[in-house]
């Protein structure tokens, strides 16, 4: 209803200036919306922007209100305009219907590619903010009615992968043994590496692995791909257990299989800011950077990022839209490959880059065997849970508990790290992040709960779409913003205003729902607040479900 409102203001706004752009913004503490377009006009109409803003007013406010309900007026440059009895009512009626800020289908496609750790030991705690803020773009896209597939870019012939393989073979490692794939490989992969560390000449043998398997030898393939299907299946179950799933695992190996990196190498080796000595490698000066951007190495093979180009030109050539998640440590390599794109003509990705986050405990190194799994993190995190779950609701059988405190646990989680704009470090705080009373998943979820728990105890009523006093119109006012924040999410690529949002209409509600009785009022204003509360709680659970969260009905 608020973009509704936007646009329709915005129309008149634009037949009476001619202006394409009616420079709406929000209206801070004086309006629900207000237009800067008296700034533009100053120049034009050799005016002050306070006395064109009070004249839009006199010519337009009429034709508001009737089409709107909405009141205008001026404070200095400022046309504001605040709404009135009918948008509240209509974001009542929309509010209570199931799926309430879903946008209409788009015919943009979009490819979210998120997550995709090299498959050499478990998921720990630095991939996962790449997973949840991939997956909470991935929702938050649907959300607002984008076709979406989400990929995870499998790298199936790295050296990583190659040392896993030789590891395999020299400690003749059992990777099927009792336990997660993932782990398993971690083992191979940490003892591989402490044998290389010691004598760097068996780094030979890993080279050799990767010419063969990049020349398409088959039992090298199948030494490479054992192993990383194993790890990938553990992948899978942690991403499970965190409401995460992806479309589609693509493979770094096929674009060598079907010919698009030699494709891609040929093309850039006949451009002039190729250069071919021994290796490949681009000069890519001219978008800023000093070092080269190195393609193919001396001994005929591809490095990683020669075919990751192959792979986001066969994305730009699906999709209308194409969008990675990154950490801080590949915005070199990230925004080399956005140059070299651009440069040869096909769609550079979005890259959301992201800093990391950590425990108290510290930094991670697979390699070096110093790192917490995420399957650790979810499983502390449920256990903490549980024990606050227990102290709560010592009434229920332990099954349910268990069930609450794991969906508890993954919200927990979830939103500490998505809270967070992405640009920043972050440490995940034990605490806080579980902390029903303040700024937590948890503590969403719980207002939800509350909610429904209100619900459940009102019974049948009468709805009333209507809002009085200031409470109740703060309240439907922020429900009425769900649709527009999704829709900023989206454009933004900023899934941390999501989260922002949910968190604050549940202070709001929670403000109201203890400043405003529900059940014991006269019944005019109980079926009113009623479905006020209705509406809360179907805004709270689309917001929490877009978020990846389980909308708990009691806790």
Same mark, same amino acid.
């Given at each position: 209803?608020?973009?509704?409102?936007?646009?329709?203001?915005?129309?008149?706004?634009?037949?009476?200036?001619?202006?394409?752009?009616?420079?709406?913004?929000?209206?801070?503490?004086?309006?629900?919306?207000?237009?800067?377009?008296?700034?533009?006009?100053?120049?034009?109409?050799?005016?002050?922007?306070?006395?064109?803003?009070?004249?839009?007013?006199?010519?337009?406010?009429?034709?508001?209100?009737?089409?709107?309900?909405?009141?205008?007026?001026?404070?200095?440059?400022?046309?504001?305009?605040?709404?009135?009895?009918?948008?509240?009512?209509?974001?009542?009626?929309?509010?209570?219907?199931?799926?309430?800020?879903?946008?209409?289908?788009?015919?943009?496609?979009?490819?979210?590619?998120?997550?995709?750790?090299?498959?050499?030991?478990?998921?720990?705690?630095?991939?996962?903010?790449?997973?949840?803020?991939?997956?909470?773009?991935?929702?938050?896209?649907?959300?607002?009615?984008?076709?979406?597939?989400?990929?995870?870019?499998?790298?199936?012939?790295?050296?990583?992968?190659?040392?896993?393989?030789?590891?395999?073979?020299?400690?003749?490692?059992?990777?099927?043994?009792?336990?997660?794939?993932?782990?398993?490989?971690?083992?191979?992969?940490?003892?591989?590496?402490?044998?290389?560390?010691?004598?760097?000449?068996?780094?030979?043998?890993?080279?050799?692995?990767?010419?063969?398997?990049?020349?398409?030898?088959?039992?090298?393939?199948?030494?490479?791909?054992?192993?990383?299907?194993?790890?990938?299946?553990?992948?899978?179950?942690?991403?499970?257990?965190?409401?995460?799933?992806?479309?589609?695992?693509?493979?770094?190996?096929?674009?060598?299989?079907?010919?698009?990196?030699?494709?891609?190498?040929?093309?850039?080796?006949?451009?002039?800011?190729?250069?071919?000595?021994?290796?490949?490698?681009?000069?890519?000066?001219?978008?800023?950077?000093?070092?080269?951007?190195?393609?193919?190495?001396?001994?005929?093979?591809?490095?990683?990022?020669?075919?990751?180009?192959?792979?986001?030109?066969?994305?730009?050539?699906?999709?209308?839209?194409?969008?990675?998640?990154?950490?801080?440590?590949?915005?070199?390599?990230?925004?080399?490959?956005?140059?070299?794109?651009?440069?040869?003509?096909?769609?550079?990705?979005?890259?959301?880059?992201?800093?990391?986050?950590?425990?108290?405990?510290?930094?991670?190194?697979?390699?070096?065997?110093?790192?917490?799994?995420?399957?650790?993190?979810?499983?502390?995190?449920?256990? *903490?849970? !549980?024990?606050? /779950?227990?102290?709560? $609701?010592?009434? +229920?059988? %332990?099954?349910?508990?268990?069930?609450?405190?794991? =969906?508890?646990?993954?919200?927990?989680?979830?939103?500490?790290?998505?809270?967070?704009?992405?640009?920043?470090?972050?440490?995940?705080?034990?605490?806080?992040?579980?902390?029903?009373?303040?700024?937590?998943?948890?503590?969403?979820?719980?207002?939800?709960?509350?909610?429904?728990?209100?619900?459940?105890?009102?019974?049948?009523?009468?709805?009333?779409?209507?809002?009085?006093?200031?409470?109740?119109?703060?309240?439907?006012?922020?429900?009425?913003?769900?649709?527009?924040?999704?829709?900023?999410?989206?454009?933004?690529?900023?899934?941390?205003?999501?989260?922002?949002?949910?968190?604050?209409?549940?202070?709001?509600?929670?403000?109201?729902?203890?400043?405003?009785?529900?059940?014991?009022?006269?019944?005019?204003?109980?079926? *009113?607040? !009623?479905?006020? /509360?209705?509406?809360? $709680?179907?805004? +709270?659970? %689309?917001?929490?479900?877009?978020?990846?969260?389980? =909308?708990?009905?009691?806790?």
């Amino acid at each position: 209803m608020y973009l509704t409102f936007c646009d329709t203001i915005g129309a008149i706004i634009r037949d009476h200036t001619g202006k394409d752009d009616p420079m709406l913004t929000d209206g801070g503490d004086h309006a629900d919306l207000a237009s800067t377009i008296a700034f533009s006009l100053a120049k034009d109409l050799k005016k002050a922007p306070p006395l064109i803003a009070a004249e839009i007013v006199n010519s337009i406010a009429e034709r508001v209100m009737q089409e709107t309900g909405a009141n205008t007026f001026a404070i200095g440059p400022y046309v504001n305009f605040v709404f009135g009895e009918k948008y509240c009512s209509d974001v009542l009626i929309q509010a209570t219907c199931d799926g309430y800020g879903s946008g209409k289908e788009k015919p943009e496609r979009v490819v979210l590619e998120h997550t995709s750790a090299n498959p050499n030991g478990p998921l720990h705690v630095g991939h996962i903010r790449n997973t949840i803020i991939g997956d909470t773009l991935t929702r938050c896209f649907r959300k607002a009615g984008y076709p979406l597939e989400v990929q995870y870019y499998v790298n199936d012939m790295g050296r990583q992968i190659a040392i896993v393989a030789w590891g395999i073979a020299s400690q003749r490692a059992d990777i099927y043994a009792e336990g997660k794939g993932d782990h398993l490989i971690a083992e191979v992969y940490i003892e591989a590496n402490r044998h290389l560390d010691v004598d760097p000449s068996l780094n030979a043998a890993i080279d050799r692995l990767m010419q063969l398997v990049e020349s398409g030898d088959p039992d090298t393939i199948s030494q490479f791909k054992i192993p990383v299907k194993r790890c990938l299946d553990g992948f899978k179950d942690t991403l499970e257990k965190m409401n995460v799933k992806h479309d589609r695992f693509v493979y770094e190996s096929d674009f060598i299989r079907n010919g698009d990196t030699e494709k891609v190498l040929s093309r850039i080796s006949h451009l002039p800011q190729a250069c071919i000595d021994e290796i490949l490698s681009l000069d890519l000066s001219q978008y800023g950077f000093e070092k080269s951007y190195i393609l193919r190495r001396s001994d005929g093979t591809s490095v990683y990022a020669a075919r990751d180009l192959a792979f986001h030109i066969w994305k730009g050539h699906n999709f209308d839209r194409v969008i990675d998640i990154l950490g801080a440590d590949h915005k070199l390599i990230g925004t080399q490959l956005q140059a070299t794109l651009d440069l040869i003509g096909e769609k550079p990705p979005e890259i959301v880059f992201f800093e990391f986050v950590s425990l108290p405990e510290g930094s991670m190194s697979t390699r070096k065997g110093k790192f917490i799994s995420a399957d650790e993190l979810i499983a502390e995190t449920e256990r *903490r849970a !549980l024990e606050e /779950v227990t102290v709560r $609701r010592p009434e +229920l059988h %332990e099954e349910q508990r268990v069930k609450i405190a794991h =969906a508890v646990a993954i919200s927990a989680i979830r939103y500490d790290i998505i809270r967070t704009i992405p640009e920043k470090n972050t440490i995940f705080d034990w605490k806080e992040a579980l902390d029903f009373e303040k700024q937590s998943g948890p503590y969403i979820q719980y207002a939800h709960a509350r909610a429904c728990s209100i619900l459940e105890k009102a019974g049948t009523y009468t709805p009333c779409f209507k809002a009085e006093g200031e409470g109740e119109i703060a309240l439907v006012k922020k429900i009425a913003l769900f649709p527009k924040v999704i829709s900023e999410v989206v454009t933004e690529l900023k899934p941390h205003l999501l989260a922002i949002y949910a968190r604050e209409l549940a202070d709001l509600f929670n403000s109201f729902y203890h400043a405003e009785p529900v059940l014991r009022a006269e019944e005019h204003v109980r079926n *009113r607040r !009623l479905t006020l /509360v209705n509406a809360t $709680r179907n805004t +709270l659970k %689309e917001a929490l479900e877009t978020l990846g969260i389980d =909308a708990l009905r009691a806790m």
